[in-house]
Nanobody, 124 residues
């Protein structure tokens, strides 16, 4: 069973930055794609950003231009650099990985491995 462990969450003021990390117990270049999701209280878990093993990326419209997803296959770690944070970015952030293939997606159904989450709180 693959283990994904997130870190880097915290509390910041609006306009600030955070970098999330996700350490994988397996080789990240074994995954077809990886992603970050977030879930706010009372809301559905939504895809934030995803990266394929060939390096292509895509983002939710709400974070384009502010967030950057990247992957270090030497350290087996996925990152999410979050800049110009807004209160609406608050929530639990989850790392996810697809190890079985299928269409590249930002929908949660496309991922079969999940971390436990790290909390991000942005105050106004």
């Amino acid at each position: 069973q693959v283990q994904l462990v997130e870190s880097g969450g915290g509390s910041v003021q609006a306009g600030g930055s955070l970098r999330l990390s996700c350490a994988a117990s397996d080789y990240t270049d074994n995954y077809f794609y990886m992603a970050w999701f977030r879930e706010a209280p009372g809301k559905e878990r939504e895809g934030v950003a995803t990266i394929r093993n060939i390096g292509s990326t895509k983002y939710a419209d709400s974070v384009k231009g502010r967030f950057t997803i990247s992957q270090d296959n030497v350290k087996n770690t996925l990152y999410l650099q979050m800049n110009t944070l807004e209160p609406a970015d608050s929530g639990m952030y989850y790392c996810a990985a697809n190890s079985v293939g299928g269409p590249w997606t930002l929908h949660r159904e496309g991922y079969n491995n999940w971390g436990q989450g790290t909390q991000v709180t942005v105050s106004s």
